[in-house]
């Protein structure tokens, strides 16, 4: 069992940059690959990025590629999603999520692999 908390989350005008953490308690984090989803008003819920247990895999959705990086620190049990150039379409609530996958290489983008949630974190960007 792991609870995930998000943080970092805010409003900011279009352009600028946020830091989404999200940290984990319970069970090592370093047992989990580790994912952000993001879901905007009426939307369904959506991939963003992704990042194996080991760190050394990353995967992120094509709307963000080159604008966001994700990132961990296994000693801090805790996973980052630096998000810069923020544009107005990047609202929304975001997510963390962790899988209990045991190959440290693998990277998990489908939703219904994760088994725990955090509550998430409102990104709002304005434009």
């Known amino acids: 069992q792991v609870q995930l908390v998000e943080s970092g989350g805010g409003m900011v005008q279009a352009g600028n940059s946020l830091r989404l953490s999200c940290a984990a308690s319970?069970?090592?984090?370093?047992?989990?690959?580790m994912g952000w989803f993001r879901q905007a008003p009426g939307k369904e819920r959506e991939f963003v990025a992704a990042?194996?247990?080991?760190?050394?895999?990353?995967d992120y959705a094509d709307s963000v590629k080159g604008r966001f990086t994700i990132s961990r620190d296994n000693t801090k049990n805790t996973v980052y999603l630096q998000m810069n150039s923020l544009k107005p379409e990047d609202t929304a609530v975001y997510y963390c999520?962790?899988?209990?996958?045991?190959?440290?290489?693998?990277?998990?983008?489908?939703?219904?692999?994760?088994?725990?949630w955090g509550q998430g974190t409102q990104v709002t960007v304005s434009s």
């Open positions: 999520a962790a899988d209990s996958v045991i190959d440290h290489r693998i990277v998990t983008i489908h939703q219904f692999l994760y088994d725990y």
């Open positions: 319970g069970r090592t984090s370093h047992s989990y690959a």
């Open positions: 990042i194996s247990r080991s760190g050394g895999s990353t």
